[in-house]
């Protein structure tokens, strides 16, 4: 029989399944000592979750440390809740066309929720008659960011004569980062905000 101690120190980074396959037993062997010690167990997506990051969150938040970080924060909050999206419950996605405000979001991503600029992704909507090669060349360069980090570009059929061209020159960038529990902590700040 394995000791309690054991089983949780075991499953902090594998499976009930994975345990009885390292111990040679069976999955329902394990399973009844779970019960039998009260191990609290996780559910699917917590586990799926897991075993994608193996080392832990790959976010961090941390308190502001001044005035300026302090206002990132505020800032950043107040650009998810009004230009992201919130109906993807897996990721964090802003999208717009003013590269100041998508830059200052990937800094308060980077600074507050410690998510290195390298991990984000980058998705690019741009009408059919702009470049697609330079929209994406110019924010490559103006975020300092790689061509890797980049999906297909969406292009649109053009609607004519209008003053778009100059408001999207470059075209809509969506920035996002693929993580759950980032996503829910950024919700979680919004619905902090609404109880004032």
């Not at 394995?2 to 009930?16: A, G, M, R, T």
């Not at 996780?42 to 193996?54: D, M």
């Not at 502001?64 to 999206?85: A, D, H, M, R």
């Not at 980049?150 to 004519?160: E, L, V």
């Given at each position: ?15 009930i ?28 997506s917590?586990?799926?979750y ?8 790959p ?17 950043g ?21 003013d ?9 308060f ?11 984000l ?6 009408f ?34 209008g ?9 809509v ?15 979680g ?8």
């Amino acid at each position: 029989m394995i000791s309690k101690k054991v089983l949780e120190k075991e499953y902090q980074n594998k499976s009930i399944a994975e345990i009885a396959r390292k111990y040679k037993l069976a999955t329902s062997t394990v399973q009844s000592w779970f019960k039998k010690y009260a191990i609290k167990t996780r559910s699917i997506s917590e586990g799926v979750y897991l075993k994608h990051n193996p080392k832990g969150d790959p976010f961090s938040f941390r308190k502001p440390k001044n005035i300026q970080e302090s206002f990132l924060s505020g800032l950043g909050v107040g650009l998810f809740w009004g230009e992201g999206t919130k109906a993807k419950s897996t990721s964090i996605r802003l999208g717009n066309t003013d590269p100041d405000l998508i830059r200052q979001f990937v800094r308060f991503l980077d600074t507050i929720l410690g998510i290195p600029k390298n991990k984000l992704k980058f998705s690019l909507q741009i009408f059919s008659d702009m470049n697609p090669i330079a929209a994406q060349q110019f924010w490559i360069k103006y975020l300092k960011v790689s061509d890797s980090q980049f999906t297909k570009t969406t292009i649109t059929k053009s609607r004519g004569l209008g003053t778009y061209k100059t408001k999207t020159k470059y075209g809509v960038l969506i920035v996002y980062f693929h993580n759950k529990k980032a996503r829910d902590f950024m919700i979680g700040m919004l619905e902090s905000l609404r109880c004032y």
